[in-house]
């Protein structure tokens, strides 16, 4: 992990706005991996009135963490921060139907590989006292989202 001051919140990493940003926090990060932390309040977007969110939200927070960690690159290279788009995700696996309300999670994601394209894929898990979900998924960051939006 860096030591100097790369970024002040979520929010400088992610291109999100708002309630959309659902991590809280960086606990740690390296070239190659990060780790991030949620800690599920009853203001989550997506809380039911017991203060639950369902598993499947699990997806979102993996891919913000994977965005988190772009954005870190982006930064250590003096870049603006980009938005990525989420390609696929394979073999997302929950052990529990929600996240529990005031449940702290640990989202952790690992680069396997990224090509010239920006094409990448990542390993990915959800831990709170134990494992509770997995998943590999890919992810690009397109050089120009306009060019991809505009191809529609």
């Not at 999100?16 to 990060?34: F, V």
């Not at 989202?107 to 396997?112: K, P």
């Amino acid at each position: 992990m860096a030591t100097s001051k790369l970024f002040n919140s979520i929010s400088d990493l992610l291109p999100h706005r708002g309630k959309m940003i659902l991590l809280d926090r960086i606990e740690s990060w390296g070239e190659d991996y990060l780790k991030a932390a949620v800690l599920h309040r009853d203001d989550n977007l997506f809380s039911d009135p017991d203060g639950n969110v369902p598993a499947w939200v699990g997806i979102e927070y993996m891919a913000q963490a994977i965005s988190a960690l772009a954005g870190i690159h982006a930064l250590q290279k003096g870049q603006p921060v980009r938005i990525g788009l989420l390609l696929g995700t394979r073999k997302y696996t929950s052990r529990v139907a929600s996240f529990q309300r005031n449940e702290k999670l640990i989202i952790h994601v690992e680069q396997i590989f990224i090509d010239e394209n920006h094409l990448g894929a990542f390993d990915c898990t959800i831990h709170s006292d134990r494992l509770i979900a997995e998943a590999q998924i890919k992810a690009i960051q397109p050089n120009n989202i306009e060019d991809i939006i505009k191809s529609r």
